[in-house]
C-alpha cells in the first residue's frame, strides 16, 4: 500500500491534521476522514458540480483534486456558509424562500457556486447567473428557484457571508 | 377546520436542514467497523459466465471477503429477483439472479463483490478478480430483436418476444375504410436514464442483539424493497427493517427491485459487519434502469373537418434484458394516447421485445412522454395537411367538460375502467394559449424571420393516470409532550413530502407545523406502504393524512370536552390547545390530553373512547385520478448550428386540487427540465454490440441552467371527486408534454423549409442534416 503523507487543512476555519493516501481525494477526505458529509458527489467525473467547495476562495471540484492538494490551504464547505451562530447566509435563506431545492443533493455545489459569484460581482443579471451555474447540474428543480435566490440576493445587495 | 396551511404557498419543513450540509443521504451515514462493497461487472452485454479466480483480490491487504453467487445460500442464489407486476399478456416474467450464475445479458451485470476496509482497496480488489467469459452476440436494436434469427437474449426462452397483445376499443378498421383522410407517422423515442444526482447507495447492518437487519437505502420504495429481501433470503419479514433517509432523487429508476440491495443485506448477516455500498455514476449509466427506447408506427383518420374518426397502429417497447416492471411502460403508453381526444374507434397493437441492454421501468412519466408524443405529432400532421391552426385541430377534438365522468373504452394499468374523472381540457389549453400570446405568434414569427431568426411555436396536450393505488398509510398520534407524530410509508426524494403532509395534518388536528414530528419511509414505523412513483403520494398519503387527522381531531375534542366540561361543539382546537369558546376560554393543551386519553390505572374507560389519541388511516383509491394539461413552448432554431434554445415555455395544468402552490410549481418546472432533456439533449447510446458508450455527464447530456426558461405556470383546479382532498398528481405531468411541444415547435420555426421530426432526442445534428436535404434551405443558401 501506499505511503501515507501527513496533510493540515484549514476547514471553514478550523485545522485538521491527518496521515492520508496521496490517491485520496479531497471530496472523500472532507465526507470521511473528517465527516463533513454536506459535500456531495454526483459523478466523481467533474461534470455535476454537487461536490464544489471553496479553495482558497476559488469554487473548486472536490472530487478532481486530491486532499494533499489542499494541505496549507483553506477550504470552505457548505458546513462554513451560515453565521456561527447558526444564522443562515442570504443566499442560503434565498433558497429556501424560492424553492431553490428539492431533494438538496446538488444543493452544497449551488450554494458554493452562487456564494463566489455574488462575492465577486454582487450584482449579476440573469444571464451571467445562469452561465456561472451551468457547472452544476441539478436533477429535480428545472433551475428557476436557484437563479431566483440569486437573483434576490443580488437585488438586496445583502452581501453574504461565506466568503 | 380552517384550512390555514392547505393550499398555502407553505416555505418546505425540508429545506433547513438541507441548506446546511446536514442533511442524512444513505453514504452520510457512518457505522463503525463498515466494510465497503465493489461490484465485478461485466464487460460483456451477452456471455456465459465461465469461470472467476478471486484469488488474486483476496490476496489484496485490506480485502476482507469476494461473494460471487456460490458464496450466497444456496436458495438465494438460484432465485431470480421477484416480478412485480405479472400481466397476462406476459409470455415470460424473466428477471435476473441476484448475482451471475451462468446467464450475462447486459454490460454491467454483477458477477462478483469485493468486500475492503474502504472503497479505495475494494476497487483496487476488482480489478484483480480475473473472470472467464464464453461472450455471445449481443442484440442491441430492438427492431432487429424482433427479427426472425436474430441472436437470443435468453437462449433457453427461445424467443425475444415478451408480449405482444393489441389495446383496442370499436370498430377501427370500418373507421379507417370510410376515412376522407388517413396521415401515418414513424415515430421514435431514444432511451435514457432517471440519473438522480445522487446514484444509488446501500448501508446494512445486523444486529446480532435483536436479530434485526437494518438496511438503508437511496431507494423510493422502502417495503417493497423489505418485501424483496426478505423473500430472497427467507427471512421474517419483521426483522428486516428497511430506510430511506435522505435521498437525493427519485424519478423512477429508484423503485427498482435491483440485485445489489439483497446482495449486501445478505453479505451483512453472513460477515456480521455494516457493509456499504455507493453506486458511481459510470454504474448509474450500466446498471440503474432506463426507459422511453420505443417505436411507433401510428396512423389517424380524420373527416374533412379535422375530426378523429379513428387512430391505429403498432408499438414496439425495448424492454431490455429483464423485467423487473414487467410491461408496464408500454401498457401505460398504450392507454395515454387517446389524451383528451374523442377517438371513436382505436387500436394499438404492441409488441415487447427483450434486448442486450438494462432493463427498462419507469422514468417520470413512464410510457407517457412517449405516448402523448405520438398522438401529438398526428395531431400536428392533420393540422398541416388540412391548413388549420394546431390549437384549432386540438379544440375541435377536445373531450368537453359536461362528458365528465368519461370512459374512454380501454383498462387502465390499475386494473380499472379507463375512465376520467374530472377535467376541464379546452379550458386548459385556452389558458396556455392565453399566457403563451399565441395569438400574436405569427406577427412575432414573421418579424423574426425578417431579421433572419427562427423562432417556432408548439402546443401539446395529455391526460395522465396518477395517484394510483393499492393504498398509503398513515398514522397520526398526539404524543404526551404535545407534539404531534406523523407516520407514513410514503416517502421523500425531494417531493416535500413532509411539508405537504404537515399542512395537511397541522389543519385536520389544530397544531401547528412545527408541533409535527414525522417520520417517513421507515419499514419499522408503519406495517406496509408502498412510496413514490406514478404521481401516488400526495393522492394516497395526502388522502390517508386527512382521514387519519380528522379522526385525531374527534378524539382530541372528546377528552377536551370531558376535561373542559363544556360540549364539544364550543371547544376550538389551535395550535396544540382545545380552547373553550364560552366563559373565560379556558384551555388544556394536547398534551395533558394525550395523558388523559391513556386513562387511569385500574380505571376502566368510557364507552367510545379511544386508547391514546392516535389513528391510523390506509386510503385504497377507486381508481386513477386523472390529470391534464397543456404545455406551449416556444423556441428559437439557429439554422446554422441546429442548436435549439427554449425561450419561453408555458404550462396550464389540472392536478385537481393543489395543495402547495410553492411545490407544485417546483414539480412542474422540474418535470418540464426533464422534458427538455428528453427533447433535445439526453440520448443513452449503445454501440451494436449493445456496448454503452454515454457513461459519463460529459457524452449523455443533462439540461443545464442555460437549457431551461422559467416556466410560465397556471394552474387550472378542477378537483378530484374521488378523494377527500381533491388532489390528482402532479410530479410527472411537466416531462409528459414537453418533447411534444417542443419539437412541434423547433418544426414551426423551420417551416420555411418544410423539414419534419418524428423523434427524440433532436440533437443539433439531426436538425442540421434535415435542413441540408430540403430542398428550400439549399435554395434559400445558394441565393446567399
Ligand atoms: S462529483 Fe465532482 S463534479 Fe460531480
Ligand atoms: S435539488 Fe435535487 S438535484 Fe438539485
Known amino acids: ?163 | 377546520m380552517g384550512a390555514k396551511q392547505f393550499g398555502a404557498r407553505v416555505k418546505r419543513l425540508e429545506d433547513p436542514a438541507l441548506l446546511v450540509g446536514s442533511g442524512q443521504y444513505t453514504d452520510d451515514i457512518k457505522l463503525p467497523g463498515t466494510l465497503h462493497a465493489a461490484f465485478v461487472r461485466s464487460p460483456h452485454a451477452a456471455a456465459t459466465l465461465r469461470g472467476i479466480d478471486v484469488d488474486a483480490a483476496l490476496a489484496l491487504p485490506g480485502v476482507r471477503a469476494v461473494f460471487t453467487a456460490k458464496d450466497l445460500p444456496p436458495a438465494m442464489s438460484k432465485m431470480r429477483m421477484p416480478q412485480l407486476v405479472p400481466n397476462a399478456a406476459m409470455q415470460t416474467i424473466r428477471t435476473q439472479h441476484c448475482l451471475v450464475v451462468d446467464e450475462i445479458c447486459h454490460v454491467g451485470q454483477a458477477v462478483a463483490v469485493v468486500l475492503a476496509d474502504s472503497q479505495y482497496i475494494a476497487e483496487d480488489g476488482v480489478d484483480r478478480v480475473q473472470v472467464d467469459y464464453d461472450v455471445r452476440q449481443a442484440v442491441n436494436d430492438v427492431r432487429d430483436a424482433v427479427k426472425p434469427g436474430s441472436p437470443l437474449v435468453h437462449p433457453d426462452l427461445g424467443s425475444n418476444i415478451v408480449a405482444a397483445s393489441p389495446m383496442a376499443y370499436g370498430d377501427v378498421d370500418a373507421a379507417f375504410a370510410n376515412a376522407k383522410h388517413v396521415f401515418t407517422e414513424h415515430i421514435w423515442q431514444h432511451r435514457g436514464g432517471g440519473n438522480a444526482l445522487e446514484a444509488r447507495a446501500i448501508l446494512a447492518n445486523y444486529d446480532l442483539m435483536n436479530d434485526m437487519l437494518t438496511v438503508w437505502s437511496a431507494t423510493q420504495v422502502p417495503h417493497t424493497t423489505r418485501r424483496m429481501i426478505a423473500e430472497l433470503m427467507g427471512r421474517n419479514l419483521d426483522q428486516i427493517r428497511v430506510i430511506a433517509p435522505d435521498v437525493g432523487g427519485g424519478f423512477g429508476p429508484k423503485a427498482t427491485m435491483y440485485c445489489e440491495d439483497t446482495v449486501i443485506a445478505q453479505i451483512a448477516m453472513q460477515l456480521r459487519r455494516p457493509i456499504k455500498w455507493t453506486e458511481d455514476r459510470r454504474e448509474h449509466f450500466l446498471c440503474a434502469t432506463q426507459e422511453r427506447d420505443q417505436y411507433w408506427d401510428v396512423s389517424i383518420a380524420v373527416d374533412d373537418d379535422g375530426r378523429i374518426i379513428g387512430v391505429r397502429g403498432h408499438l414496439l417497447h425495448d424492454s431490455g434484458a429483464y423485467l423487473p416492471w414487467g410491461i408496464i411502460m408500454p401498457y401505460i403508453a398504450a392507454t395515454t394516447m387517446p389524451g383528451p381526444y374523442v377517438i371513436p374507434a382505436y387500436r394499438l397493437d404492441m409488441t415487447v421485445v427483450f434486448t442486450n441492454k438494462v432493463p427498462t421501468t419507469p422514468v417520470r412519466g413512464a410510457g407517457r412522454p412517449q405516448a402523448v408524443f405520438a398522438m401529438e405529432r398526428l395531431m400536428d400532421r392533420v393540422a398541416r395537411e388540412l391548413k388549420l391552426d394546431p390549437s384549432e385541430v386540438r379544440r375541435r377534438n377536445f373531450i368537453q367538460p359536461e362528458q365528465m365522468p368519461y370512459p374512454v373504452g380501454l383498462v387502465f394499468r390499475d386494473g380499472k375502467p379507463l375512465v376520467y374523472d374530472s377535467g376541464d381540457y379546452p379550458k386548459c389549453q385556452e389558458a396556455a394559449l392565453k399566457l403563451s400570446r399565441y395569438q400574436d405568434f405569427k406577427p412575432r414569427q414573421a418579424e423574426a424571420l425578417e431579421q433572419g431568426r427562427y423562432i417556432g411555436i408548439g402546443i401539446a396536450n395529455y391526460v395522465e393516470g396518477t395517484g394510483l393505488g393499492p393504498f398509503e398509510g398513515v398514522t397520526v398520534r398526539v404524543l404526551p409532550n404535545g407534539k404531534v407524530r406523523v407516520i407514513t410509508g410514503a416517502t421523500n426524494q425531494g417531493q416535500g413530502t413532509r411539508t405537504t403532509l404537515s399542512q395537511i395534518v397541522a389543519d385536520a388536528v389544530g397544531c401547528s407545523m412545527e408541533d409535527i414530528v414525522m417520520t417517513l419511509g421507515d419499514t419499522a414505523a408503519i406495517a406496509n406502504g408502498l412510496g413514490a412513483f406514478a404521481s401516488r403520494q400526495a393522492v394516497n398519503a395526502g388522502s390517508s393524512a386527512r382521514i387519519a387527522g380528522l379522526e385525531v381531531r374527534k378524539q382530541i375534542l372528546r377528552v377536551a370536552a370531558r376535561s373542559l366540561g363544556v360540549p364539544e361543539e364550543q371547544i376550538d382546537l389551535e395550535d396544540g390547545w382545545a380552547i373553550s369558546r364560552s366563559g373565560n376560554r379556558q384551555s388544556i393543551s394536547f398534551g395533558r390530553l394525550s395523558f388523559a386519553s391513556q386513562g387511569m390505572p385500574g380505571f376502566s374507560m368510557e364507552p367510545g373512547d379511544s386508547v391514546g389519541l392516535e389513528h391510523t388511516a390506509f386510503y385504497m383509491p377507486p381508481q386513477a385520478a386523472y390529470c391534464s394539461g397543456t404545455h406551449v413552448a416556444e423556441v428559437e432554431v439557429d439554422v446554422g448550428t441546429g442548436a435549439v434554445k427554449v425561450v419561453n415555455y408555458v404550462v396550464a395544468h389540472d392536478c385537481g386540487t393543489v395543495i402547495n402552490p410553492l411545490i407544485v410549481d417546483g414539480q412542474v418546472q422540474g418535470g418540464v427540465a426533464h422534458g427538455i432533456g428528453n427533447a433535445l439533449l439526453e440520448w443513452m447510446q449503445y454501440d451494436e454490440n449493445a456496448q454503452p458508450i454515454t457513461v459519463t455527464f460529459a457524452d449523455y447530456l443533462m439540461p443545464m441552467a442555460t437549457d431551461v426558461p422559467d416556466c410560465v405556470i397556471e394552474h387550472v383546479e378542477t378537483p378530484c371527486p374521488l378523494n377527500p382532498i381533491g388532489a390528482k398528481g402532479a410530479g410527472e405531468g411537466g416531462t409528459i408534454p414537453a418533447a411534444a411541444a417542443i419539437i412541434a415547435a423547433v418544426e414551426n420555426a423551420l417551416s420555411p423549409f418544410a423539414v419534419f421530426f418524428a423523434d427524440t432526442p433532436l440533437v443539433p445534428e439531426r436538425i442540421v442534416s434535415a435542413l441540408t436535404t430540403a430542398n428550400a434551405y439549399r435554395r434559400r443558401h445558394a441565393q446567399k
Request: aromatic content about 4%; glycine content about 12%.
Open chain 1, 1 to 163: 500500500m501506499t505511503v501515507k503523507q501527513a496533510i493540515a487543512v484549514t476547514v471553514n476555519g478550523k485545522q485538521y491534521q491527518r496521515e492520508v493516501e496521496p490517491r485520496l481525494t479531497l471530496a472523500d477526505f472532507l465526507r470521511h476522514e473528517i465527516n463533513l458529509t454536506g459535500t456531495h458527489l454526483g459523478c466523481e467525473h467533474g461534470v455535476c458540480g454537487a461536490c464544489t467547495i471553496l479553495l482558497n476562495g476559488l469554487s473548486t471540484r472536490s472530487c478532481l483534486t486530491f486532499a494533499v492538494q489542499a494541505h496549507g490551504q483553506e477550504v470552505t464547505t457548505i458546513e462554513g456558509l451560515a453565521e456561527p451562530d447558526g444564522t443562515l447566509s442570504p443566499l442560503q435563506q434565498a433558497m429556501a424562500e424560492n424553492h431553490a431545492l428539492q431533494c438538496g443533493f446538488c444543493t452544497p455545489g449551488m450554494l458554493i457556486t452562487l456564494t463566489e459569484l455574488l462575492r465577486d460581482d454582487p450584482n449579476p443579471d440573469d444571464a451571467k447567473i445562469r452561465e456561472t451555474l451551468t457547472g452544476n447540474l441539478c436533477r429535480c428543480t428545472g433551475y428557476s428557484g436557484i437563479v431566483a435566490a440569486a437573483r434576490q440576493v443580488a437585488k438586496g445587495g445583502r452581501g453574504i457571508a461565506g466568503d
